[in-house]
Every structure is written in structure tokens, then in C-alpha cells.
């Protein structure tokens, strides 16, 4: 690691750069490029992401003495520069302490603002600013915020509010007032002392007095939050690695709160929830950063265009909003025009939609932060989009901007437009993350994460959401807050994570020991179904039906731009002429994996499925083979014709028998009437099915080479279908998979069954159709062997799904006993079964693929296991040189998306 451990920045100045994001965090990358550029930015240092992980290593007091002199020198830099001295009482330099790690990570870890105050040093700022409010304002911020964040100040039971929120309602109720803003001095100090009692009570700490004890407790909790339990949730689901660390930026405090010509907010270069190019953002006069995340008070808007935006969404007229709620571009016009030109400066520099945050201290403009902004999969694909038509960026850019997996938002359900007219409108709140959302309500975040987890779709209804509820907001369908506006901890989280959000709905009274929610005279029991659309702010009462969202606009241009970079092909895995219609229209180009015996549960066809398992002889099994024929062939044509063109892919029967069988009386009697004999002898053919180890017994290829009629049947329906299609003007490309071969002679019985009914059916109907006969790789043995069976074999598909579960010799079926372990314990740092593990299970595809060219050159390979629509496993296939991969319909867009990436990244 690098010797220097703290890097400054201030006046124009900075040891570090935008490109240093992952020694400095994003955060303190960003300020000490926007030092560079000339952005009002007050002066500071950030201790690097390196020193994070010296601290989990070598613990705290180690830690401390190695930075004690850098960190010493780095505070003299920013008293010189700020003309004042950390600890004065007659000219004080007060600080901020925040995170900062290198992939962004809103409200996850701590911040601390104020720090350097206490009893002494808050009288020597009253006498400095002369302004005795604004001094004790930000003492009992300062106390507040370290008391929760250093100290560990928390509610005792779920139901109770902040102990320090408790005391401040209290401390309002006796003067009859409902804001922050109104408490006067006295209040204030009354605050900071009950405040300290309250930390005394719990903790049995004394709050410290000493500026250089706070700076290292706050720094070394800014440390410590790396650890927390939402911000390791948040990694989880996010994918970044616990070894990247967080930063830690010490800033000069500016101030918001000292007056009518001070203020806070924050803002963004475009919208974050659609991607429109609208300069848009909230602000709050003299206030502090937190006021607008948390949504304590009503933030008001930057631009005119929004506050009038917002005024219509909550009905408020014209006049009210003008006169209580003016938008800083008409009640601060010059800060308003310089704010404008900076944001427009950093979009233009970063060409990226910026997230920015700001304080306005009398009338002087600075920055805090800027970082490329969280935004939704629609925003996502707009601004990328946008951005290459504007020529800001180009095509491989514009395509390595889009995340894969955030383009499934796009494809989430939207309310229909009929359900929508006679649904009952509850309230209007602010529409902060777009797309439709029912469930029932929750209040809590664990009881989101119990009820999601039994298999109920959940609303979240929070007064306010804070970074603690982020397991609930995931785990929740969507999320509605009475607090907060678009910049407010649940909508920012809410859009970084695709979910439905409204926030703001003024007129909702929560109450969290009843756990109801009132709403205009309406009340709402734990467990009563809402439904929210995040993209008008409405809440309506009760389930409101929806409808598959089109895939139209910015997203077909995004899937064009895919196609003309991409070198592997993306296939879908589907049953059903339905899917494959669906994939189809997401671009998938064939069918990678039918799979047969999921179409043999409606009611007749597994009666015949039955009969034909259940007899004793192969007269019998034909007969009732030929009872199936009629329904696969119909089930072939259906899907052949959704595909007509490209290559569909079928694998013949493959699932243990034992499925299949009625273990049941009812239905054991069923099978007995049917088939004319006694149900003893059912259940005796039943009872003769049973396996220890039906995943690894009498299934796949080894039924076809046992019962060769099997194979039989579905050449004839599959082909007979091809045929009939082919007759009928359509252009059929059938492939024939045979599957869980271990041996090349398993292949060769197979094909030649296969080779002699597709003759006799082609000479009886007097039509050829072309078709391949290819089969699945999914044991180990099979890909040590690869390049025999491609002897024979004239494609590969790769099974990932079983040969991860041989490789690994894990039960896909059972692995939920001890996967939460394994991961905990860090033994797998993913699911094998959603993520490919490339060293073992991968380095087994690459050699199957190898060794199968080393014999037919040709030769196709693909895969169809669910790894076919995982990004980092699609990646790995176009590195090791696979035609196609193949996954389910709604996977498609993402798997293209990632092929394309891939090739760019080559």
C-alpha cells in the first residue's frame, strides 16, 4: 500500500485526481477534481480507502498512531486556509467527517457535521457569527449526530422513535410548535443539555469535550460503519467487494443554517427516475444537509419548472406556492444562475448525470460532493442514450454505461390503464421512483423481510425510511413515506434499486404501536392491501390489476446498438409458444432449451404420460406413446412456428419417472381405472419407481436407451411437426438434444434411434426437414471426454444448472441448508447456482468446447443452464468462445446487454 495515508484539497488545490477513485474513495476522488476545476469546494483531506483496511487489520489505536501526524498536518492546512483554528473559542474551525468508498453507496455509512463544538467553543462562534441561534443550532445537530453515529445512541424497542427525535417533539409540544426553525435559543440549549443526559443514560458516557478526541472517534466510526449491518447488506446486493474500504473526507464546515440568505440541497444534472434532461433538485433555507435527506421539514425545489411540477402533483395553488413554497430560482436567482453553471460544468466535465449536494452560507455558493448519479433502469437507458445523441459520449460507452441487470426494471408491470379509472385514490404523494407496485402493508423492516419470505408481496409505509430499513426495502415490493421529498433517503435508495417509491404523501399519519395508518378518514391495518404508482405519487386502496410493461423507445435503440456490437448470440429458454413469443420480441434469436416434460401436466396428457410409465411391457408403453404423439406434436408445432427461422432446440425427456406417478389414492385409482387393472398393482408400479438418488438415476438419456419408444415418440412429434409447418409455408430449423450422456456410446444409441425414425417418417410423408442432433453437457465426464462424443454429436449445449451440482457435488435441491453459511463464512463469496463458478465448473465448459473443436471444428456450443442470463456469466461465455447462451424470456434484454459488453471489453 502507499506510504502517504492523507491527501488535501482546498483554494484551487489537491494532491488527488478523479482517476484516484479507489484509493481515495468516489467522494474524495471527486472533490479534489472539482478543487481542479474550479468548483467552490471548502478545503479539506481524505484518509485513503487503503488505511480502511489497515484499520479492520491492525485495529484502532494502531491505526491512530500511524495517521496522528498526517492527519495533525492535514487540520493546520485547513486552518490556514479558513483564517481559524480547530478548538478556538474566539475563532473556531468546525469540520465535517464523512464516508466516501469508490462505488457509490448513498446514505449507507456516517457522516458527522459540526464537530469541533462544545460548551466553550459554541460560545466563541455566537460571538463570532453573532448569531447565538445558528451556534446552538448546530451544537445540538453536532451532539445529535455523534451521539447517534460514535456513541450508539438507538431506539430500544423498533416501535419507539430516536430517543433524541423523542426529546425535540417534546421540547416543540411545550411551546405548541411543529418546526425545527421555530425553537428559539433557550430551546436550543435545553436540547443540547437533554440531549447530553440522554447519551449519559444510556451509554454511561460523558459526550467529549476535547475537538481532537471527536475528530478520531468520528473518523474511526466513519471506519467502523464500513462493517454495519446495512452497508455489508448493501455490498451484498450491490456486488461490491468488503476489501475495497471506505474513505474518510474531513471538510471545513460550511454553514446552511445561519439565516434567510443560507441554505442546503441537492440537486441533479438530469431527473434521476425518468432521465429527462431537466436540471431538477430541493432546498431547504437555513437548514442543514441532513433536513433535506431525511425530509423533516417540506424541501422546496430548485428550479420554477419543478416547483410548479410539485405544486400540481401535492394540489397546491399558485398562489400558496409562490408565497411559501418559491423555488430557489426565484427566491435566490444569482445563487440559482451560478448553481446552474456549475452543475451544467460538471455534467459536461464527468459526461455523466451528476448527483450533487450543496450549502449556501450568506450568500456564498459551495459544493460538498458530486458523484455520477443513481438513477432507474429507464433513466438509466435515456440518459445513456441521450447522451450519445448530444455527442457527449459514444456507442461502446453508451453501451458499458447500462448496467444488465437494472434493464429488468423495464420490463416490471405497469398498472392498467381501465384497473387504474375505477381504483379508489387514497392520497397523492411524490412520484420518487417510478412503476406500479401492490401489497400488503408492513411497517417495519423485518417484518417486510419475515412476510416476503412466506411468500407475501409487501408494501413498506415509514414515516420516513432511514439507511437501518434497507433489508425491508429490498425484501418490499415497493415503499410510500409520509416525510421526505425526490432527494430523501427513500427515494434515492428506492431508484439505485429499482423499486416503486412514493414519498412525501403529506396527508398519511402513521402509527407504529397500533401499526395503522390513517389516511383522510381511511384506516389501514398491518396486512391491508395498497397499491402505489411511483411514477404519479397516487396511493390507491386495494389491489389494482396490472399489465407487462412494451419495450419500446431509447430501450430498442439500446437493443440495436447491442446487436451491432455483439458476437454471441442470446437464445431463450421457454415451453410455451407464449414464451417464446415474448423472447422473441426481446430478441432472442432461437430456442436454446425446450424442455418436454414440462409440457405433459395438463390434465389428459399426464394420464397418457402415466399409462405409458406404468406398463409392465412395451407393448403397452407404445400405446399409450401413441395416445402422447398427437399432443407433443401439437405442443412442436406451436413453438417451431413462434421461432419460425431460427433453431429450436428441444431436449428430450428427461426428469426422474418417479415425478410423474400419482402418489396419491385418488389418483392411483384414476390410473387403475384407466389402464383396467387392480390399484394394488399401481401402487406396486409406483412403489417399483422409488430411487435413493432420483437426480442421478433412471433419467435423461438413460430412460431413451432403456425405453428406445420414448426416443421414438418425440423424434415423430417433433419432426412430424417440423413437417407439417414446412408444408405449410413456414421455415422449421428443429434440433434434436439428448441429454445427461456420461459416454459417447449413450450418445451413439441415441442418434442412431433418433436417425432411423426421422428416415422412416421423412419416406412415409415424402419431405426431408434439415436437423441437427446435439447433445446436453452437464456431467462432468461428458466434458473430459468431449472430443469422442463430438465424434458423433454436432452441437454442445452446456447444462450448467446439473454440472455445477456435479462438479460441486452440491443438491440444487437442498443447498438452501447450509448456502447462508457458505456465505457468511465467506467459504463461496456467491451462489454457484445464480453466478458460474468459472475455476471449476468453467474451466470444465472451456474444456468441453475445446476438446469437442479438436474433433468437428465447427462445432456449436452454447449454454442453457440459468447462468445464460447471469452478466458475469455471459461474459465468461463470449471469453471462451461459445456461439449463444439461452435464458429465460424476461432475461433476454439482459443477456444481450452483457454479450455486447463483453465484446467491447475484448
Known sequence: MSEKRVYTFGNGKAEGKADMRNLLGGKGANLAEMNLIGVPVPPGFTITTDVCNEYFEKGKEKVVELLKGEVEASVQHIENLMHSKFGDVENPLLVSVRSGARASMPGMMDTILNLGLNDEVVEGLARKTGNERFAYDSYRRFVQMYGDV?????????????????????????????????????????????????????????????????????????????????????????????????????????????????????CFSRDAATGENRFNGEYLVNAQGEDVVAGIRTPQQITKEGSLRWAEQQCIDEEIRASKYPSMEEAMPEIYKQLNDIQQKLEAHYHDMQDMEFTVQEGHLWFLQTRNGKRTGTAMVKIAMDLLREGEIDEKTALLRCEPNKLDELLHPVFDKEAQMTAKVLTRGLPASPGAACGQVVFFADDAEHWHDDGHQVIMVRIE??????????AAEGILTARGGMTSHAAVVARGMGKCCVSGAGAINVDYKSRTVEIDGTTIHEGDYISINGSTGEVYLGEVKTKPAEVTGDFAKLMELCQKYTKLVVRTNADTPHDAEIARNFGAVGIGLCRTEHMFFENEKIKAMREMILADTKEGREKALEKLLPYQKQDFYGILKAMDGYPVNVRLLDPPLHEFVPHDLAGQKVMAEEMGISVEEIQHRVNS????????????????????????????????????????????????????????????????????????????????????????????????????????????????????????????????????????????????FQVLDQAGVGQLVEMGVKKGRSTRPNLKCGICGEHGGEPSSVKFCHRVGLNYVSCSPFRVPIARLAAAQAAIEE
Open 150 to 266: 460514535v456513541l450508539g445512541m438507538k431506539p430500544v424497542n423498533k416501535e419507539d422513535i430516536d430517543p433524541f427525535e423523542e426529546i425535540i417533539i417534546a421540547v416543540k409540544k411545550q411551546r405548541g410548535i411543529a418546526l425545527d426553525n421555530e425553537m428559539n435559543v433557550d430551546e436550543l440549549k435545553q436540547l443540547v443539555t437533554l440531549f447530553k443526559q440522554a447519551i449519559k443514560e444510556q451509554t454511561g458516557r460523558d459526550f467529549p469535550v476535547d475537538p481532537m478526541e471527536q475528530l478520531w472517534g468520528a473518523i474511526c466510526a466513519v471506519f467502523d460503519s464500513w462493517m454495519n449491518e446495512r452497508a455489508i447488506l448493501y455490498r451484498k446486493m450491490e456486488g461490491i467487494p468488503a476489501e475495497w474500504g471506505t474513505a474518510v473526507s474531513v471538510m471545513a464546515m460550511v454553514f446552511g443554517n445561519m439565516g434567510n440568505t443560507s441554505a442546503t440541497g441537492v
Open 465 to 474: 425510511t432511514s439507511p437501518e430499513d434497507l433489508a425491508g426495502m429490498s
Open 689 to 832: 419407481l422409488s430411487e435413493h438418488n432420483p437426480m442421478l438415476g433412471h433419467r435423461g438419456c438413460r430412460l431413451g436407451n432403456t425405453y428406445p419408444e420414448i426416443t421414438a415418440m418425440q423424434t415423430r412429434a417433433i419432426l412430424g411437426a417440423a413437417i407439417d409447418l414446412k408444408k405449410a409455408g413456414y421455415d422449421p430449423k428443429p434440433e434434436i438434444m439428448v441429454p445427461l450422456i456420461g459416454s459417447a456410446n449413450e450418445f451413439d444409441v441415441q442418434e442412431a434411434v433418433i436417425r432411423a425414425t426421422a428416415n422412416q417418417l421423412f419416406e412415409k410423408e415424402g419431405v426431408e426437414i434439415p436437423f441437427k442432433i446435439g447433445t446436453m453437457i452437464e456431467i462432468p465426464r461428458a466434458a473430459l471426454t468431449a472430443e469422442k462424443i463430438a465424434e458423433r454429436a454436432e452441437y454442445f449445449s452446456f447444462g450448467t444448472n446439473d454440472l455445477t451440482q456435479m462438479t460441486f457435488g452440491f443438491s440444487r435441491d437442498d443447498i438452501a441448508s447450509f448456502l447462508p453459511v457458505y456465505l457468511e463464512k465467506k467459504i463461496l463469496k456467491v451462489d454457484p
